[in-house]
């Protein structure tokens, strides 16, 4: 079945350390997306990509770091600069023109600093 | 003004009512438009895409007015399983796909 994994669903960190969450798609997409949601805000992006090897900050870029090696995959680094990296982060990909078509989501992955 | 907005709710309603969200966004030139549904501490999965035409399944029903900048979604017949956050969706390309806070809906026996 086609989809997106990401990988772990749960993560805790202590303050001061950098973590990277997984994200793996097999739906041959180009563009691909994380996302960070907070309670009662909606999803807000983090960075996205277009192309292999190509990516864009998106709203709030400060704290994270991403790479495009391969089509497949798009890892988040949540660095330590990051000030309230607590929340529930979440990975998709799109297609269509322009990347207005529909974005497929993976099933998140929960972070939370102790 | 934010570029999506939607009234939070909650909209508690009973099990075979019909309800309806509206969602309002201010960028014009927004092209496709969605409403997803998210169950709690899931993500959100695609309901339906959103056109001028209308579009229905089943007991959905999606709106686009393009004048007023709104799109709406109606749910006909609710069920317990209705209940979840419908998050509205705006798409102008890449970066440019807003999502509205969502409206949590909860449907009573």
């Known amino acids: 079945d086609g989809g997106i994994t990401q990988s772990p669903k749960y993560l805790f960190r202590k303050e001061g350390q950098n973590v990277t969450l997984s994200c793996e798609q097999n739906l041959n997409h180009d563009a691909m997306y994380w996302y960070r949601q907070d309670p009662g805000q909606g999803l807000r992006l983090i960075y996205y990509?277009?192309?292999?090897?190509?990516?864009q900050k998106g709203d709030i870029a400060e704290g994270y770091s991403v790479s495009r090696e391969k089509k497949e995959s798009f890892p988040l680094t949540v660095t330590s600069a990051q000030k309230n990296p607590t929340a529930f982060y979440l990975c998709?990909?799109?297609?269509?023109?322009?990347?207005?078509?529909?974005?497929?989501f993976g099933e998140g992955s929960r972070l939370t600093v102790l | 003004r934010k570029e999506v907005e939607q009234d939070p709710g909650p909209f508690n309603v009973p099990e075979g009512a019909t309800v309806a969200f509206n969602c309002t966004y201010s960028?014009?030139?927004?092209?496709?438009f969605f409403w997803y549904r998210q169950d709690c501490r899931k993500e959100p999965k695609l309901l339906m895409s959103?056109?001028?035409s209308g579009n229905e399944d089943g007991r959905f029903t999606a709106q686009l007015n393009r004048a007023s900048q709104y799109i709406s979604l109606l749910i006909r017949d609710s069920k317990l399983s209705d209940s979840a956050t419908y998050l509205c969706?705006?798409?102008?390309?890449?970066?440019?796909?807003?999502f509205g806070i969502g409206t949590k809906l909860q449907v009573i026996p």
């Open positions: 959103v056109y001028s």
């Open positions: 960028n014009s030139a927004s092209q496709s």
């Open positions: 969706v705006v798409n102008r390309g890449y970066q440019k796909v807003t």
């Open positions: 998709a990909s799109s297609t269509g023109q322009g990347a207005l078509g529909e974005l497929f």
């Open positions: 990509s277009q192309i292999v090897n190509d990516f």
